[in-house]
Each structure stands twice: as structure tokens, then as C-alpha cells.
């Protein structure tokens, strides 16, 4: 039934393409004027579905992250190009920019350096809003309240620090500001990585609960294949910069072509054990 | 105590020098010691500073005959005026300086800062204003030395300040460009590493301005070493620019202590390292009201 749906989701075009993408970091050694070059994406092809979840995972370094940035425009690509919507968006200047930048909104793996340490709970989600002149006063508030009880969180604690709040709150704060703008696409960086295995679990069950209510399309990085096998419609496998496995999750988890692919499938530890114990509505 | 201690226990005394003059009997010097207290033990002598900075003295001047606080006050009040004003464009010019830097990094802008940084920290102080008093008696565009032109009370108001603000450059710029470097980089680094942290990538994802990016999101949370430095800044007031002072011949506390180290004019020397290191406290105390007031962080602690 679920492949159904995603193969029905498949027809439609596609939200964001990444087409023959790449990056280079040049870096220095110190006390030395060598430099050397780090070929973070080489030709990158990718395609995301609209209100699909799209996985891309790798090991370490292998460029997902990169790619992340590239594609919500925090990093500007060496070449190749990135459509959105039928735009392309690669050569956009910051102004040009300002459309886009609500449509695509990023949840980072560090859910402490990802939330501005200065700011209340409601601060950090009312933020977006007030950038983007979307809501003003007590409306913004208001709504920031809204959104901290929409992902669990009560809103009596909307004046609390960020740092007061769990690793796991912190997530949920996190995934409440990246809605507030109602995005088109959400890319989950790493957002589960360092979570215990339950609240992981919690977590996705909100994500796909939003995904619902919201109509959000996911670009879901991780090194967990695992992880992604539980949750992705369609599944890209990165090494070393460049794409080496791309598929719906039945193909990639049932004939992976590449090595390094059934290297991460054999090193994957399974979460069902997690998702089982994990009581809904259970807050971490 | 402990300042008084470490002054007193230093061999000789001022009146070390008169006993050498064959004029001056040996009963004149012990009744001078008498007269200042100098045959009493070291517990004695203390018990009545004390008493005499309790009274706002602080002491006595063995070389100048009047209080040490009388003597310091004047000095101190050209000493701040000196560095305060350094410190003041210090700050002016490493903040905005820095954050432009740290929004460059890795880029010719940055280089070329940290390379310049990195030959100013290597040059002494003393070389730096040693060449640029070379510099301005070879030119006469500023006065070399002074506070004050000569026929300064005939002066008209504006004329006076402008003779004042020309007598401070050289010790000014000894003193910003000796504390720039430092400054500059802890601007920069601190800047740099907030820059790269994921709140900041993601109110950039928000759509946040660039200028508003920088100084309402990256500077309030990269503050917080910068506020301790800046307490170590008002801290260093008084005693950060002694030895520009003496070179450019600056009448603040340092040739005052030079002077009065070399005549073991006792009292005046405990009364400067005193005030400095009153200053200091009074600086990590402003520091840490400042840390409070900025950082939840630090009040949740």
C-alpha cells in the first residue's frame, strides 16, 4: 500500500533537482602555503519527490550534508545546477532568493548549537516569522504557542531558554520553527543522530504526523540505513561526493548493485525494537 | 598587604643616598627616618599606611613632601586620559574590524589582517613607540613628547584641546597599536566560530539580513570572551601604558613610579600598585555584572 502511494507521489514532477552539482573545499595546512583540494560533490544527480521522503545516506564525509547546504542555498555549488519548483536556483542572489528561502527549511543534528542560545523557546520559533514579516506582535506569540503544543511541546515553557530544555525537546523546538514558515521541503540533517534509540522513534512519528498535516516533502540525511529503512520512500546512497545508489527503499534494500551500499546495509542495527517500545504520544 | 610587604622587604631605603653626602650627618639621616617612621618594625609602619589610606593619604612622599594620594590623583587623571582614549578606539576599531574579518574569513581580507596582526604582536611595544617618535622628529607633524606645548596657559580654549590631542597621539597609537592585534583576533575568532554554528546557518535559512545576521545574532552570543577582555581593558588602565609613558616622556604613573622605584620613595609605589590593582577588581567585577546582564547562560549557572 505504502509502495503504492509513493509510486502514485512518483508521477508527479519533481520538487527539487540537483543536476551534475559540485563543490570543492580548498584548504590550507598550516604553516605551508600547499593547498589541497576536497572534491565534496562530483556531479551529483538527485531528484526529490514531491511529499515523498527522500533519504540520502553515506558514511561520514561522503558529502551529504554538503549537498543539504547546496540545495537549501547556504552554500553556493561550483557547478551544475539546482531546480525548485521549475526554477532553476543556483545562480539566485540573495535577493532573488528571499521566495525561496521559506520553502526550504533545514533541521540540524545538533539541536544545541541549532537553537540561538539568547532566545526564549518562543523567541527561536517567532524568529522566522518576524524575518519574514509573516505575522507581527501578539500574533507572533500566539502562534509560536501554537506551534510548540503542534509538536508536543507545552506552551507554558515558551519562555524558557533552549538550553533548558532535553536533547529531545530541542529537536521538537527545532522541527516547530522549521514549520512556521510552512515549508515546501524540510531536510533533516542528521536531525536524529545522537538521540537514544526511543526518542528517535518519537521523533519520526512527529515528523510523519506533520508530514501529513502539513504536505511536507523530506530530504532525510543520515548514516543510518536502518534508520531510513523504517521511514523513506526513495533512498540515494552517497561515497566519497558522488551518488552510487539510487532507488525506491525495496530496491536498495533489495538489491543493492554498489559495495559500499551492502557495507551499510551488513553495519545497520535495526530500530523495530525502538518503534515497538515507543508509546505514541510519549514525550522525550 | 601583601604589595607592602614585597615594597618594604626591597634592600635600601630613600635615605640610602643622602648618607652618602659627607655634608649630611648621620644624626640628621636617623632623624629624618624617625620623622617618616622608618625606625619603626615593618608591623608598625603598616598599621599606620593603613591608617593614613583610611584617611585618604595613602601615604607619604618621601621625594615630593605631600600625600601620595595628592601625587596620584593628577598622575592617574593623565594615566586614564591616555588609556582611556586607546582603549576607546581599541574597541572602535577591533569590533567592526573583526566581524568584517570573520564574515571574510579565509578570504585576501583575512589574510592579510592576520598577517599584518602577526607582525605587530612580534614588535615591542617600546620599539613601536621608539620609531614612532623617530618618525615624528624626523617629520614635525606631532609633538615628541609632553603632554603640553610650552605657552599652553596663553592658548585659546579649542587651541589648547587641539595642542592636547596632538601631544596623545604618539602614545595613543604606541598604545592601539600595540593592543590592536590581541583585540583583533579575539573579535575574530570568537566571531568566526559563532558564524559556523548551525543557529546561525539556520536563521540565514530564515531569510535573516546579512548586517542583521552578524551584529543582532553573532556578536551577542561571541560576546562573552570579549567582555571578560574588555574587563581586562578597564582593568589595565592604569597600569597598561607605563612604559609608553616613560619613553614618551607622558607625565602619568609611570615615570612617577619609575622614579619613584629608582629613589625608594616607598608609600608612592605601594600607592600605584595599589590603584592599579584596585582597578583591575573593579574591571572583573564590571566584567562579570556585564556577563550576567548579556548571558542567560551564565545566570542559569
Known sequence: ?284 | MLCFLFADLAPGSFFDEITLNPQISPETVAALRSHYGLDQPTPVRYVRWVTSVFKGEWGYSFAYNRSVSSLLTVRAGNTLLLTGMATLLVWLIAVPLGIWIADHSDGWVDRLCMRTTSVLLSVPELVVALGLLYLVVRTHVLPAGGMVSLGFDQLGRWSKLSDSMMHLMVPVITLVLSSLPILLRHVRASMVEVLNTPFIHAARGHGVARARLLFYYALPAAANPLISLFGFSVGGLLSGSLLVEVVTGWPGLGPLLLEATMSRDLYVVVGAVMSSTLLMIVGNLLADVMLVAADPRVRMQ
Open chain 1, 1 to 284: 500500500m505504502a509502495a503504492e502511494q509513493a509510486a502514485k507521489r512518483a508521477v508527479k514532477p519533481a520538487l527539487a533537482r540537483v543536476k551534475a552539482l559540485s563543490k570543492q573545499y580548498v584548504q590550507r595546512r598550516a604553516f605551508s602555503r600547499t593547498k589541497f583540494v576536497v572534491d565534496a560533490l562530483k556531479n551529483v544527480d538527485l531528484e526529490i519527490q514531491p511529499e515523498c521522503l527522500t533519504a540520502l545516506v553515506g558514511s561520514s564525509g561522503s558529502g551529504k550534508s554538503t549537498l543539504a547546504s547546496c540545495l537549501a542555498m547556504l552554500e553556493k555549488a561550483d557547478a551544475g545546477e539546482i531546480w525548485f519548483e521549475r526554477e532553476e536556483i543556483s545562480h539566485c542572489s540573495a535577493r532573488e532568493l528571499a521566495w525561496l528561502r521559506p520553502k526550504i527549511q533545514m533541521v540540524f543534528q545538533d539541536s544545541a548549537g541549532a537553537l540561538n542560545p539568547l532566545f526564549s523557546a518562543a523567541q527561536i520559533i517567532a524568529e522566522p516569522l518576524e524575518v519574514q514579516g509573516r505575522e507581527s506582535g501578539r500574533q507572533v506569540r500566539r502562534r509560536a504557542c501554537e506551534l510548540m503544543e503542534e509538536v508536543g511541546l507545552s506552551a507554558d515553557w515558551a519562555d524558557r531558554s533552549a538550553l533548558a530544555f532535553s536533547g529531545g525537546q530541542r529537536q521538537r523546538l527545532a522541527i516547530a520553527r522549521a514549520i512556521a514558515l510552512q515549508p515546501t521541503l524540510l531536510i533533516l540533517d542528521e536531525s536524529l543522530s545522537g538521540l537514544d534509540l526511543v526518542t528517535q522513534a518519537q521523533i519520526l512519528n512527529l515528523l510523519a504526523d506533520i508530514r501529513v498535516t502539513h504536505s511536507l516533502t523530506y530530504l532525510l540525511i543520515s548514516h543510518d540505513l536502518s534508520l531510513v529503512g523504517q521511514v523513506a520512500d526513495h533512498i540515494a546512497v552517497m561515497h566519497r561526493g558522488t551518488i552510487i545508489e539510487r532507488g525506491t527503499r525495496q530496491e536498495v534494500f533489495g538489491g543493492a548493485q554498489h559495495e559500499h551500499t551492502r557495507e551499510l546495509l551488513a553495519s545497520t542495527q535495526t530500530l523495530e525494537s525502538a518503534f515497538r517500545t515507543a508509546r505514541p504520544g510519549m514525550r522525550p
